[in-house]
């Protein structure tokens, strides 16, 4: 177990540098200039010295002090020449606070002036977790009573309106349903809050939207699991000494049936915890999702590699607490 | 069976955490949307409306626009009054006593120097440098620190220390050379000395744009020190955030989430407080077009900004349909000389009233590329001004308002809004189909274009490429204009769509035959329009090059009458609407707003459209007079100096 664990943390920053270089070459394809203002151009000298000071102007200079700020190498070479102590000494003598400096620096953002990289996600990661882990634990209770219910008897109506309604949680668009529910809900019945995250109302109507499609896919997971588990030889032995349905089920069935839907969990959980550009607009949600999209658009390239490595290393941590627990549940796997 | 449930406590825990974390605030008195996230709040940065409006609320500059009078006269804010030198070029602003900053010290003449002189260093790229180049001395400034800048990283230094002592020596000799080069004094706290390169006459229209604005510099200073390599300012963020910011404006910042929302309480310490209506602003960040009208349904907004949803028309039209109801009280209303908000606040109450169409600073138009040549080498025929003419005069432009945009927008002829500059007449423009009064009419104008073509040689079977961004409906009315030139000048058309930035890209490299564009004017004054189409401006998307609009431009520029000023104003914007044509102007922008007439007052409608939230007053709460601010009339003349407080 230990030397899993190792191995992978061990292979995270490798795989991690892999996907910058891959990210940031796509995203210095995209045409435009990440400093002009749509509707006001600056001058020319002034975008050259702006292009100087971010190293806009050289892709392998950008890709090494990027990799160098984010890392962390360069704050401890700083340190290490005495330039972080100058600065701070200077500020004593002056009498002004230390101006703070992050040890892994994912640079400033080009369209938002005010804001820091490790700013937009330290504000932003947090609802998209908060909203992804909900969205989950619905997913969750909706997708596996979904398929027990539909593998007890196949083929039933109880089992194909299962199976239909996930059908349309997989191919209903979210903007649709969410919207839907955006206008019941809230404008009509009034029970929930528009555009006012926060509260644990507002959480809800977009976690249930978000689930939707995790939890087709979870029902139809349970429920191939589940059928495939009733048929074995150790339900008949369940059953045969005397053992409720209850427990047959739930117990013993389900034990089995669940690995899949727990390999699943893993970049499910990721996905929907780095959230989702389409519930975040519908539901007003200021969660990360959005800047997968906006940054791009934008050609904000300290923010677009800052969110895929936040999601990149999600997904991969995700995994391995997958893994370890899949290793956990069922002892047979190696 | 409990193992299967870990997954379940690990997400419930998670989620436990981080609403526990999260506390909401109470509801502020007044909650609007403000179109869009804030780039940035420090002023000297600022070029986007949204951020304008918000930094109106945190700063006050020198002076400041009443928006709430027909006149959008000039009137004191932090000067209390001014003296302008006989030659206009000298102006001594007197600053009063009790404006103070949000931490209750003075606001000095100092201020607005350090606040100035940060605007015009090359190091902070304010998009608005050149506004400040009116200050004699300053474009000097700007290219001393320029080039001193361009040398720096070749300078031998023996040690990275020695290094950043130069760059913070270099930055001392700016100082310096700030002082000595540039006309800006303070004889004492709090008189300012300002002379220009020439007589600017709409100075304090300038003065009054939040770009103008002081900032703190013991706060603002901690933040920007010089790089030790490049020597330049670097700017980092940090001093814009809530409890932190310092600054003179009627209310002060509480609480900014990226994404979420902005809150603001009222500044005890701003010198006008006892006017504020209000004592806390939130400014929720919702981006969804839709979710903006919904949100406001739920009573959860007080005012909408700027309502975007495609359905926008459609709640247009049945605010027209209201209005229509109650045509004989409208109509003996107008002639009363009653604003349309306070029309709609004297009607009954209804759903429909909350939408209003509010005429903007602003003008849709079609660009055409002036070059000789087109880039891929072939002769291009939009060089020549008949041709121009001919396109221009067969663009169906009240099918563009009516039937496309459906906002009830005007038709444009000139360039600049008609009506929105005192002072200003503007030129009556072309003949156009759309605005023919009959049949008869709108064929002598197709027949007159089409001779135009003939007589300029306009290729057979040429196609005219029309290049628009994606969003926002300009395919639709892309669509519309290629529609009208196919029928009534029989050529072919092919529109090409693109994201914004390969767009901007493409009329940057003058790539393009003809494009969609749009401009909204920054202060009080018909440059702030013309001067996009100088030959030498960095807006000028066109190529347009045309001597006489420029000699216009820089006699206008030379002329110290201000009715003769406005005369060769207004003979270069006839030169551009009725005999070149690089643009045609299709419609005057309008400004949906959402709010309730008879709960909301002190919004102006102005065609300016510069809106001061700290003007409005909720007249449903217990706090302030509650009484209705309809538009006020211009009293004559007493608009440039001194005046009275709002």
Redesign the interface.
């Known amino acids: 177990m230990m030397t899993l664990i190792l191995r992978r943390l061990l292979a995270l920053p490798l795989i991690l540098i892999v996907i910058y270089t891959i990210t940031l070459t796509l995203a210095w394809a ?4 990440p400093l ?8 020319p ?2 975008i050259e ?2 292009n ?2 971010y190293n806009l102007d050289s892709f392998p200079r950008f890709y090494i002090s990027y990799l160098k700020s984010a890392t962390g190498v360069s704050y401890a070479s700083d340190w290490l ?3 972080i102590k ?2 701070r000494e200077m ?1 004593i003598t002056e009498g ?2 230390v ?2 400096r992050p040890i892994f620096d994912f640079g ?1 953002s080009l ?6 990289v490790n ?2 996600i330290r ?2 990661l ?2 998209s ?2 909203l992804g ?2 969205a ?2 619905i997913a ?1 209770f909706i997708g596996v009573g979904a398929g027990v219910i539909g593998a007890v008897k196949p083929n039933s109506f109880a089992d194909l309106s299962t199976l239909a309604i996930s059908m349309i949680g997989i191919s209903l668009p979210s903007f649709v349903i969410g ?1 839907a529910m ?2 019941t809900f ?2 009509w019945l ?1 029970w929930f ?8 109302k507002s ?1 809800i109507l977009p976690a249930f939207t978000l689930s939707l499609p995790f939890a087709a896919y979870i029902a139809r997971l349970t429920r191939m699991g589940m059928i495939d588990a009733l048929g074995a030889d150790y339900i008949r032995t369940a059953r045969a000494k005397g053992a409720s349905e209850f427990s047959v089920l ?2 013993h069935a ?2 089995n049936a ?1 690995l899949p839907v ?1 390999s699943f ?1 893993g970049p499910a ?1 990721a996905m929907a915890m780095t959230g989702s550009f389409v519930i975040e ?4 949600v ?1 969660g990360m999702g ?1 800047h997968f999209v906006n940054a791009v ?1 934008n ?1 904000d390239l300290f923010l677009i590699i800052g969110v895929v490595l936040v999601f990149a290393t999600m997904l991969i941590m995700f995994n391995l ?1 997958v893994d370890v ?1 899949y290793k ?2 069922d002892p047979r796997i190696e | 069976m409990l193992r299967m449930l870990v997954p379940v406590f690990l997400l419930l825990t998670l989620i436990g955490i981080s609403v526990l974390s999260d506390r909401p605030a109470p509801r502020a008195d007044l909650v609007f949307i403000n179109s869009s996230e804030v780039n940035t709040l420090d002023p000297q940065r600022m070029s986007w409306m949204h951020d304008l409006r918000t930094a109106r609320l945190l700063y006050q500059g020198l002076v400041q626009n009443d928006v709430l009078a027909d006149d959008f006269a000039i009137i004191p804010a932090v000067a209390q009054s001014w003296d302008v030198s006989a030659d206009g070029t000298t102006y001594t602003f007197h600053l009063r006593d009790d404006a103070k900053w949000s931490n209750g010290e003075p606001v000095t003449a100092e201020d607005f120097r350090y606040s100035w002189r940060r605007a015009m260093l090359p190091d902070l790229v304010s998009d608005y440098v050149n506004m400040f180049m009116n200050i004699q001395g300053a474009a000097a400034f700007y290219e001393w620190r320029q080039e001193q800048l361009s040398a720096f990283p070749d300078r031998e230094f023996n040690s990275p220390a020695d290094r950043q002592r130069g760059a913070y020596e270099l930055w001392d000799q700016t100082k310096a050379k700030f002082d000595q080069l540039v006309a800006m004094h303070a004889p004492d706290p709090h008189t300012l000395v300002i002379t220009l390169e020439r007589p600017v006459p709409y100075f304090l229209e300038l003065c009054a744009f939040a770009v103008f604005s002081p900032v703190y510099e013991p706060l603002v200073w901690q933040y920007e020190r010089p790089n030790p390599t490049t020597a330049r300012l670097i700017r980092k963020p940090g001093w814009t955030k809530p409890n932190v910011l310092i600054s003179n404006g009627p209310f002060k910042l509480t609480q900014w989430r990226m994404k979420r929302d902005m809150r603001m309480e009222k500044n005890e310490y701003f010198w006008n407080k006892d006017a504020i209506a209000i004592n806390s602003i939130l400014m929720p960040s919702i981006t969804d077009p839709n979710a903006g009208v919904l949100a406001y349904q739920t009573g959860a907004l007080d005012w909408v900004a700027d309502v975007t949803a495609p359905y926008r028309g459609d709640m247009v039209a049945q605010k027209l349909e209201f209005l229509e109801e109650h045509a004989e009280e409208v109509q003996r209303y107008r002639a009363q000389g009653l604003d349309q908000f306070t029309i709609d606040r004297l009607l009954p109450p209804d759903p429909r009233a909350h939408t209003h169409a509010v005429s903007s600073f602003g003008t849709y138009f079609y660009n055409f590329n002036c070059k000789p040549k087109l880039p891929d080498g072939q002769i291009n025929p939009f060089a020549d001004a008949r041709v121009r003419r001919a396109f221009a005069m067969c663009v169906d432009k009240r099918s563009v308002a009516d039937d496309v945009r459906r906002l009830g927008e005007p038709t444009a002829s000139t360039l600049i809004p008609p009506g929105s500059i005192g002072g200003y007449t503007s030129p009556t423009g072309l003949p156009n189909i759309g605005d023919a009064k009959n049949q008869a009419e709108r064929d002598a104008i197709i027949k007159q274009a089409r001779e135009l073509l003939i007589a300029a040689d306009f290729p057979d079977d040429f196609i005219v490429e029309m290049a628009f961004n994606k969003d926002s409906g300009h395919d639709l009315i892309a669509q519309a204009i290629a529609k009208s030139w196919q029928k009534h000048l029989g050529v072919k058309t092919k529109l090409e769509q693109n994201e914004i930035k390969i767009f901007r890209e493409d009329l940057k490299n003058k790539d393009y035959m003809t494009a969609r564009a749009g401009w909204f004017g920054d202060y009080g004054d018909p440059t702030t329009f013309l001067n996009i189409n100088y030959s030498t401006d960095g807006n000028n998307d066109r190529a347009y090059n045309n001597p006489v609009y420029d000699g216009l431009l820089d006699q206008a520029a030379r002329e110290l009458d201000p009715s003769k000023r406005m005369k060769l104003l207004h003979e270069a914007e006839r030169i551009l609407v009725e005999d070149d044509l690089p643009l045609i102007p299709i419609f005057h922008y309008a400004t949906i707003y959402m709010f309730d007439p008879h709960k909301v007052t002190g919004l102006s409608t102005h065609p300016r459209t510069k809106q001061n939230a700290f003007l409005i007053d909720i007249m449903t709460d217990d706090i302030g007079p509650n009484k209705p601010k309809p538009m006020r009339h211009a009293v004559t003349g007493a608009t440039t100096n001194g005046g009275t407080s709002p």
């Open positions: 995209v045409p435009g200039n002009e203002n749509p509707e006001k151009r600056p001058k000298e002034v010295q702006m100087k000071q020449s005495g330039q100058r600065e500020a002004i606070p101006p703070p400033p369209k938002y002036d005010d804001q820091t700013e937009i504000d932003t947090p609802v977790v908060t882990a909900s989950i634990l969750l919207t955006l206008l809230s404008l009034g809050p528009i555009a006012q995250w926060g509260t644990p959480i739930l117990k389900l034990k669940f727990l969990l959980t607009r519908v539901f007003t200021p959005e658009q050609k607490i627990l956990w549940i």
